[in-house]
């Protein structure tokens, strides 16, 4: 496909169709096509859970940390590059050499690493692990978080084109394929560096199925590659940034294996991996964002359509988080037995938690998006660091006397004195507002839903999945009522299914 023109150009942005409102049509489309992702999770955690039991599922527990550290970097922050500058790329026509020079640069970044990775592999598995044998499992996280940043970073021409449909299907397509093979492999009696291995080969697979369709969008046609300084100096700030931010989410569990060992970790990581369903809305909301963003910030009237979108994104994932904290907390004793048996013994308020520290973190990294586009990456490690330093003294502090509920407060703490930093920083560059009402009628559609769940609850008639399905009908009804949403835009989302949605 041709890089720009044509009947398979980008489609247009917040220049030509409301920010806002089509903003909230591909959250909606985005989020319906990526819920399967989360369910994924949810289909191979009560095999995790009892073929390898507390301390080997803590150990899992710990190498994805790794895993989402190490993918975080190893492309140096070049993913956000992307769909951050597409747009004004695109229309200087420089899009495809500096699209191929990141590449470059990526690979020989990221080979750099692994070396140095293989080669310090058995300390890294002794503090990682605290274990002497966590070598082989050091290697098998790093390249697995390897893989899936290049995998990240080439579908990322995908989400700066809008091009929403293609990009979720794929994304059902490899986590089919890893769901397939941990299912298999757990049954067979895989330990967890075979369970590892065999993610690193599905996501290998799709870098390269990737790699060939960015040539087919963005043909490089013989011109020389250059990587412009102002990419760097957008990107290199992030990595410290991303790497405190991956602290932030990741000590809880560190500490744990050290001062109560894997078994913790495999309890916390079950609270924390089910109430990660968040990370499904809260990466529909940010998907979009961000290249949104980018086109309206070309606008004379940027200041002004950004604080729409930074108003819709936060309203969406307020809308979209909180009533999944309360349903959690709910449920929680019935759906932990179903998902993991009674050996796994993680009380509501843990996942509660988790639960609200996934909210705060995509609120962050939501609002942190007003520095991005002024290219004032560079902030945003102080800004960071208070919430980092918080979660680590409280991490330290909590953990021995509470255990994981002490791990999911210091996890809950840092990333919400995060987000409220962010928020304000966004809504000083941008103006964007949300009236009291909004939060009357939010938390209304919450109280409804929570009241009725609870009665039913307690008729001992209804078994989780009634629980779960009433609770979802009830906030459905009640958004729609409160006039939080509108039938427009739930036409709008089904329209947006259509042959021509991308």
């Known amino acids: 496909m041709p890089e720009q023109g044509g009947p398979n150009a980008a489609p247009d942005g917040p220049a030509s169709r409301g920010g806002g409102e089509l903003m909230t049509r591909r959250i909606l489309l985005r989020l319906f096509l990526s819920a399967p992702l989360s369910l994924a999770t949810l289909v191979y955690l009560p095999i995790l859970t009892r073929t390898l039991g507390k301390a080997q599922y803590g150990e899992w527990g710990l190498a994805m940390s790794v895993v989402t550290g190490v993918?975080?970097?190893?492309?140096?922050?070049?993913?956000?590059?992307?769909?951050?500058?597409?747009?004004?790329?695109?229309?200087?026509?420089?899009?495809?050499?500096?699209?191929?020079?990141?590449?470059?640069?990526?690979?020989?970044?990221?080979?750099?690493?692994?070396?140095?990775?293989?080669?310090?592999?058995?300390?890294?598995?002794?503090?990682?692990?605290n274990s002497a044998g966590g070598g082989p499992l050091s290697r098998a996280s790093v390249f697995?978080?390897?893989?899936?940043?290049?995998?990240?970073?080439?579908?990322?021409?995908?989400?700066?084109?809008?091009?929403?449909?293609?990009q979720s299907i794929l994304e059902l397509a490899i986590t089919a394929a890893r769901t397939a093979a941990i299912l298999g492999l757990a049954l067979w009696g895989a330990s967890v560096r075979e369970l590892l291995w065999s993610q690193?080969?599905?996501?290998?697979?799709?870098?390269?199925?990737?790699?060939?369709?960015?040539?087919?969008?963005?043909?490089?046609?013989?011109?020389?590659?250059?990587?412009?300084?102002?990419?760097?100096?957008?990107?290199?700030?992030?990595?410290?940034?991303?790497?405190?931010?991956?602290?932030?989410k990741n000590i809880e569990r560190f500490v744990l294996v050290h001062l109560q060992g894997q078994a913790m970790v495999g309890e916390y990581t079950v609270a924390f991996t089910v109430s990660s369903v968040l990370v499904t809305f809260s990466a529909a909301v940010n998907f979009v964002l961000l290249p949104q963003l980018a086109q309206a910030w070309t606008r004379e009237d940027r200041r002004e359509q950004s604080a729409k979108l930074f108003a819709t994104a936060n309203r969406n994932l307020l809308l979209l988080g909180l009533p999944v904290i309360v349903g959690l907390a709910l449920v929680w004793s019935d759906?932990?037995?179903?998902?993991?048996?009674?050996?796994?013994g993680v009380t509501w308020p843990v996942a509660a938690l988790a639960a609200a520290g996934h909210l705060s973190s995509a609120l962050y990294l939501a609002n942190v998006y007003a520095l991005h586009l002024q290219l004032r990456t560079k902030l945003i490690l102080p800004l960071l660091a208070s919430g980092v330093c918080l979660s680590v003294a409280l991490s330290f502090g909590m953990i021995p006397s509470l255990g994981i509920l002490g791990a999911a407060t210091a996890f809950w703490a840092g990333q919400t004195i995060n987000a409220m930093i962010a928020m304000g920083i966004s809504r000083r560059l941008t103006g964007w507002s949300l009236p009291l009402n909004f939060f009357l009628r939010a938390g209304g559609a919450c109280l409804a839903m929570g009241c009725l769940v609870a009665a039913a609850k307690g008729l001992g008639h209804f078994n989780l999945w009634a629980l779960i399905a009433l609770g979802v009908a009830v906030y459905a009804a009640s958004t729609l009522c409160l006039g939080l949403i509108t039938m427009g835009q739930v036409k709008g989302f089904w329209g947006r299914l259509g042959p021509k949605a991308g």
């Open 200 to 248: 690193s080969l599905i996501e290998f697979s799709a870098c390269v199925y990737l790699t060939l369709a960015a040539w087919r969008r963005v043909p490089l046609q013989g011109a020389k590659l250059t990587l412009p300084k102002t990419y760097f100096y957008y990107a290199l700030p992030l990595l410290p940034a991303v790497a405190l931010t991956w602290l932030g």
């Open 71 to 129: 993918s975080a970097v190893a492309t140096m922050g070049l993913a956000v590059v992307i769909p951050r500058f597409y747009a004004q790329d695109r229309e200087q026509g420089t899009f495809a050499q500096r699209f191929w020079s990141c590449l470059l640069f990526a690979l020989v970044m990221a080979a750099a690493q692994y070396a140095v990775a293989w080669l310090f592999a058995d300390p890294l598995g002794s503090v990682i692990f």
């Open 335 to 344: 759906l932990v037995v179903f998902l993991t048996g009674r050996a796994f």
């Open 144 to 166: 697995l978080g390897i893989a899936l940043s290049m995998r990240t970073f080439l579908s990322s021409l995908l989400r700066a084109r809008f091009e929403l449909v293609r």
